[in-house]
C-alpha cells in the first residue's frame, strides 16, 4: 500500500542508526540508508513533530543459536552516528530487544505527545525495524515505512519484510513520498 497521508502527529522513528552498523555488510549501501533517515530527521524536526532516535545497548535473555555477543563488540559500538544530528528535542531509547517498544516506556511516551503514526526506518529491516513496525501496531499506531530509508544483512530478509510482512502493519513507500506529504 502506498503512503497516502501524514497524521498532524506523526514521529519518527530511527532504528539502530549506531557506530556498528557502518561495518555491517548491508544488501543496500549504507550511506544511502543514513542518508535517506537524516533527510527525515530534518524535516521531521523542521515540522516540529517527534524524532525518536533508538539504539540497542543489549539482547534479550534466552538460548538461540545465534547468540548476540555484546563482550565482541567494540567499544562505543552502541553510539548513535553523529549524521543523525541528535537535538535535545529528540526522545532517544536505549533498547535490550529487537523492538523499540518493549519495556522502554515508547508507547507511553508517544502517547502523552499524541502522536498517532510513526515512520519506522533503520537497520535492520527484518529485525530492529519490523519488530518496532509490529510493536507500533499492536499498540494501535499507523505505521509506515520507507523502504530506501532501511537495510538488513540478508537480501532475502530483507525482501520478505518488505514485500509480506509490512503491507499488513501499515503504508510503505519512500523518502521522497514521505517528505512530499510532509511539505503539503
Known sequence: MPVTTIDPVTALVVVDLQ???????????????LANAVK????FRAKQLPVVLVNVAGGAPGRTEHGFGVADLPAGWQELLPDLGRQPGDK???????GAFHGTGLAEHLRELGVTQVVVCGISTAIGVESTARQ????????????DAMTDLDVSMHDNSVA??????GETGTTAEILALLAA
Do not use: N, Q, Y
Open 136 to 147: 507500533a501496531h499492536e499498540h494501535g499506531f499507523h505505521v509506515t515505512l520507507p523502504v
Open 164 to 169: 509480506k510482512i509490512f503491507p499488513r502493519l
Open 92 to 98: 532517544t531509547v536505549t533498547k535490550h530487544t529487537w
Open 40 to 43: 527525515l530527521a530534518d524535516a
Open 19 to 33: 557506530s556498528a552498523a557502518t561495518a555491517m555488510p548491508t544488501v543496500h549501501p549504507f550511506d544511502g540508508v
